[in-house]
């Protein structure tokens, strides 16, 4: 059941879809930008981490009910899409700010910021994706077989998007980690927050504007 014929070409389009630049690396490299590697990875733990949730309510049909509920799919659809603006216009004031990175990031030094902050941050930017609910709810039950115990498997699906997610966005963690100094110039980082928060509100009226499903 676990590495059925059916698994392979999940395990293919799974990691495909993983390595496609999108809202969760963008706020991956964002908070490594800001808070160092461990906030980085942080932020990519938490991101996964809501791929469970989504397996869990697809397996059990709430995904179903948020389709076939239009107000309760625009409610998901504008928090997700509030929460991305929020994002973006934090970044853009930081922009405005002029900062470059603390000190203790660029040194690799523990940071002060709390880990529930990177955590929250990526957690909620997960599970207030609808994409992602419609994704899931669309993707996973075609590599689930007639006779397969449904919520089993779907989080088994969800474990294995989860590592193979995670390989990636911590490798572009470490990436981003090591251009730590280059990033701790005020311009350059008063560059890269202006086009990650411009990013993050774009993708975010984006979502708002986008119409719910039939």
């Not at 070409?9 to 993983?18: E, G, K, Q, R, V």
């Not at 990177?118 to 006779?147: C, D, W």
């Not at 397969?148 to 590592?163: C, E, I, N, R, T």
Request: include cysteine; charged fraction near 10%; aromatic fraction near 10%.
């Amino acid at each position: 059941m676990w590495f059925d014929a059916q698994f392979w070409p999940f395990l293919l389009a799974i990691t495909l879809l993983s390595i496609t630049p999108g809202v969760d690396t963008l706020l991956v490299i964002r908070n490594t930008a800001r808070g160092g590697v461990r906030d980085g990875v942080l932020t990519s733990l938490a991101i996964c981490a809501g791929l469970f949730v989504h397996a869990t309510v697809s397996a059990l049909g709430i995904s179903l009910i948020l389709l076939q509920s239009a107000w309760a799919f625009s409610a998901l659809k504008l928090a997700g899409a509030a929460y991305l603006v929020w994002l973006g216009i934090a970044s853009l004031c930081e922009a405005r700010r002029g900062q470059g990175l603390p000190v203790a990031a660029v040194d690799g030094e523990r940071q002060r910021v709390p880990a529930w902050r990177p955590l929250r941050e990526g957690l909620l930017s997960n599970v207030l994706n609808p994409k992602t609910v419609v994704f899931y709810m669309a993707f996973l039950p075609q590599f689930i077989a007639p006779g397969d115990p449904a919520l089993a498997k779907s989080l088994w699906l969800a474990g294995v998007h989860f590592v193979i997610a995670n390989v990636w966005q911590i490798a572009v963690v470490l990436l981003v980690g090591r251009a730590g100094r280059w990033l701790a110039s005020p311009v350059l980082a008063r560059w890269l927050n202006g086009l990650t928060g411009g990013v993050l509100v774009a993708f975010g009226a984006k979502l708002a504007l986008t119409r719910s499903p039939a």
